[in-house]
C-alpha cells in the first residue's frame, strides 16, 4: 500500500493548485484521477484561452458569497497572479477586468500546472477513479490501495462530463456522511419552445434578460445574446440558466419564459419617439426596415412582425399610435417561452454540490470528519462568466491544501 501525507482525489483546477500549494509545503501528494490525463476541463475554459481570472471576483455575486469570501481573504487577486507568475506565466487584462494568460493558450497553462507537480515530486496516477475513501487510524485508506493522512475531494461537479465531472464527488462526500444539494446545469445554454428562434439562428444582440414565471422575474442579467436554432446562448442567457435550471429539477412542466429587452438604453418614450421621428423622416419606407438603426436587422424584422399585423413592406406611414406601441413594448419585452435548458452536458459548471455549512469556512475541512477537506466546484459555490468559476478553484484548492499542510506538519 503507499503512503502519503496527502491524497487528492480529482486532477482538474482545484485538485493541481492544492497539489502544487501542498507540495511546496513539503508534503508528499498523489493525485488521482479517472481521465487518461490531468486538467482536461482547463482546456476548454474561456474558448480555449483560459479565462483564468477577475478583477471583480471579491464583489462578485458568487452563490454562497459570505463563505467564498472568507477563502478569497487570505487567497486574493494578487496571490493568484503571483502563484502563477511563480509556475513561470504572466497574466493579462483584456480591458474588461478579466485575466487571461499572455500566452492566450489554455494549453499552456496545463502544460505549466503539470509542469510545477512533476517538479514537486506528485505523484499523478491517472484512469483511477476514486471510489471508497474509509477512515482508518487517524487517517484514510484510498480504493483499498493509498494511504493517506489527509484528503482533499476536488472532483468537480457534473457540468461537462466529458470533461472529467461525473458527479463521482458528490456520492463520495454522501457516502462520507455529508449533505450535497442536488446539482443543476449552470452557464449553460436555454432552449426555447419549438421553433421560437429559429428564424433568428446566428444573430447577436446586447440585451437585458429576465427570466419571468408566475411569481415574477427570478433572474436577470445584461450582456451580449446569441440567438440559436433551439434558444439562446451568449454570456446574459448562460448567467440566467442557473435558476431556469432550479426551476425545472423534477418539474419538467414548468411554466417560464425569457423576456429580453433588446434595447435597454432606451425607454419606451425614447423608442416611440424615434419611430415617429422615422416616419416623419421618410414615411414610404418600408416596415422591415424601421428599427434597422438600432437592431440587427434579423431581429428588427422579428419584432416588427410580432407587434404590427402588415406586411414587411408596407410603407412605415401606414403605422398608427398604437403599433407604434406595440413595436415599443416587443423591444422593451421581446418573450420566449421556455422548455428548460441544454443540461449538464453542454454546462460549464454545476450549481448545488456539498453543503458548505458543514464545512470550515477558512480551512475547507469537513465539520464532520477530521482530515478530509473539500475545495473547487463539488462544494456550492459557483460564479458568472468571466474567470469567476476559475478564481474559486485556485483559491480553494491552496486554501486546503495550505491548512492539511498546516494541520500535519504540527504534529510532525
Known amino acids: ?51 483564468i481570472s477577475n478583477r471583480d471576483f471579491k464583489t462578485h ?24 507568475k511563480s509556475i513561470g506565466l504572466l497574466l493579462a487584462d483584456d480591458g474588461e477586468g478579466r485575466l487571461y494568460p499572455m500566452s492566450n493558450t489554455a494549453a499552456g497553462v496545463l502544460d505549466l500546472l503539470r509542469g510545477e507537480c512533476e517538479r514537486l515530486g506528485v505523484d ?5 477513479r476514486v471510489t471508497d475513501i474509509r477512515q482508518k487510524d487517524g487517517g484514510f485508506v484510498v480504493n483499498g490501495a493509498y494511504r493517506a493522512r489527509a484528503v482533499v475531494i476536488a472532483c468537480g461537479g457534473c ?20 449533505r450535497i444539494v442536488p446539482p443543476v446545469p449552470s452557464l449553460v445554454q436555454l432552449v426555447a419552445a419549438e421553433g421560437v428562434t429559429k428564424q433568428l ?22 450582456g451580449e445574446i446569441l440567438f440559436t436554432d433551439y434558444g439562446v446562448s451568449g454570456i446574459a442567457a448562460m448567467e440566467v ?23 435597454p438604453e432606451l425607454s419606451m418614450e425614447e423608442i416611440s419617439e424615434f419611430i415617429i421621428g422615422r416616419i416623419k423622416a421618410s414615411p414610404g419606407s418600408e416596415l422591415e426596415t424601421l428599427l434597422v438603426g438600432i437592431l440587427p436587422k434579423g431581429v428588427a424584422r422579428c419584432v416588427c412582425k410580432k407587434a404590427v399585423g402588415l406586411p414587411l413592406n408596407s410603407r412605415i406611414a401606414d403605422l398608427n399610435m398604437d403599433d407604434i406601441r406595440s413595436v415599443a413594448e ?14 449538464f452536458a453542454q454546462a ?25 477537506y473539500a475545495c473547487g466546484e463539488v462544494l456550492d459555490v459557483d460564479g458568472g462568466c468571466g474567470g469567476f468559476n476559475l478564481q474559486w478553484a485556485w483559491s480553494s484548492g491552496r486554501a486546503c491544501a495550505r491548512a492539511a499542510a498546516e494541520k500535519i506538519k504540527s504534529k510532525e
Open 1 to 51: 500500500m503507499k503512503n502519503y501525507d496527502l491524497i487528492i482525489a480529482g486532477g482538474g483546477a482545484s485538485g493541481l493548485a492544492a497539489a502544487i500549494e501542498a507540495g511546496r509545503r513539503g508534503l508528499t501528494v498523489a493525485i488521482l484521477e479517472r481521465l487518461p490525463r490531468v486538467g482536461k476541463k482547463i482546456l476548454v475554459t474561456g474558448n480555449g484561452r483560459c479565462n
Open 61 to 84: 455575486s458568487y452563490r454562497n458569497a459570505d463563505f467564498a469570501r472568507n477563502v478569497f481573504e487570505n487567497f486574493d487577486l494578487q496571490s493568484t497572479v503571483d502563484f502563477f
Open 124 to 128: 499523478t496516477v491517472c484512469d483511477c
Open 159 to 178: 457540468a461537462s462530463p466529458v470533461h472529467g465531472s461525473d458527479g463521482s464527488g458528490f456520492e463520495l462526500l454522501k457516502k462520507l456522511g455529508h
Open 201 to 222: 439562428k446566428g444573430l447577436r444582440c446586447s440585451a437585458k434578460i429576465s427570466i419571468k414565471t408566475g411569481a415574477g422575474v427570478i433572474a436577470a442579467s445584461q
Open 241 to 263: 440558466s442557473g435558476s431556469v435550471s432550479e426551476l425545472f429539477a423534477g418539474k419538467p412542466d414548468a411554466k417560464c419564459s425569457a423576456c429580453l429587452d433588446l434595447a
Open 330 to 343: 416587443q423591444i422593451k419585452s421581446f418573450e420566449l417561452p421556455l422548455k428548460g435548458t441544454k443540461g
Open 348 to 372: 460549464q459548471v454545476s450549481r448545488g454540490g456539498a453543503d458548505v455549512t458543514e464545512f470550515d469556512k477558512t480551512t475547507l475541512e469537513s465539520l464532520k470528519i477530521k482530515n478530509l
